[in-house]
């Protein structure tokens, strides 16, 4: 990366610079990179934020709702887009940048982004909240075959879920915690330092203030990444309508 930091750039970045897993080229690395978020919400608001803060280039925000006010406790930042990812514009618009965060709050838009990512040769990186619970894990199996997708871990698209943040509720904290937890494995996987979290599963209790991290294999059945598989273009595939599940 020949990007030169000017001298604003190093006072502001100071703390990254000292790292040696940073440094100049990192950081300069950082401000070349170009990141999609799917989902200003919840989990979105402190993750737009981190990674703004710590230098990303170039930040693209898909989010087609309106805040309510019961969004307010959690979703920190506000949206003004009004775009919406669907099949017809996913893979020209995800193919514009080199990492994707989602954070989205439904189900369509979730298999939407993976098998997106996947066909775009594009990393993700999701996370997901309910209640006191958090998830997060990144996906690369356009990279590795032995890595899943995230098709292969939750299986075929749900209908209607039986419970969503609406009924049951969430933490509103808890988006923090997830949302800075992405923000920091988007910027690993943009450095290229640490061990990623592809191929496992990290799950957050906050109740019990424990970390959980379960391994996971790729599904040899699996329609989109899988030896025989059928999903060749979103057009192929079926992204079913249904109500947003968690407070993302």
Do not use: W
């Not at 897993?21 to 950081?27: C, K, L, M």
């Not at 989902?39 to 710590?54: C, E, H, K």
């Not at 193919?95 to 993700?124: H, I």
């Not at 996987?189 to 970390?211: M, N, P, Q, V």
């Amino acid at each position: 990366m020949d990007l030169e930091l000017t001298d604003p750039q190093i006072e502001r970045y100071a703390r990254h610079l000292v790292l040696p897993e940073v440094g100049e080229e990192g950081q300069a690395r950082l401000l070349g990179s170009r990141v999609l978020v799917v989902g200003a919400g919840g989990l979105g608001s402190p993750l737009l934020l981190y990674l703004a803060a710590a230098g990303v280039g170039t930040l693209g925000v898909v989010d087609d709702d309106q805040v309510d006010l019961s969004n307010l406790q959690r979703q920190i930042v506000h949206d003004t887009s009004n775009v919406r990812l669907v099949p017809g514009n996913a893979l020209e618009l995800i193919g514009q940048y080199d990492l994707v965060a989602d954070g989205s709050d439904n189900f369509p838009t979730r298999y939407l982004v993976n098998d997106a990512c996947y066909l775009a040769r594009k990393t993700l990186v999701a996370a997901a909240i309910m209640r006191f619970d958090g998830q997060l894990s990144t996906y690369k199996a356009h990279e590795d075959s032995a890595q899943p997708c995230y098709r292969c871990i939750f299986g075929a698209q749900p209908g209607d879920p039986k419970q969503s943040c609406a009924d049951v509720g969430v933490l509103g904290a808890l988006a923090g915690t997830l949302g800075a937890l992405q923000a920091t494995e988007v910027i690993k996987e943009l450095l290229g330092i640490g061990e990623s979290l592809a191929g496992r599963l990290l799950l957050y209790d906050s109740l019990g203030t424990s970390f959980h991290t379960v391994k996971l294999k790729a599904d040899p059945a699996c329609p989109l990444c899988g030896p025989q598989a059928s999903i060749r273009d979103l057009e192929t595939a079926s992204y079913r309508e249904s109500e947003p599940y968690c407070a993302a």
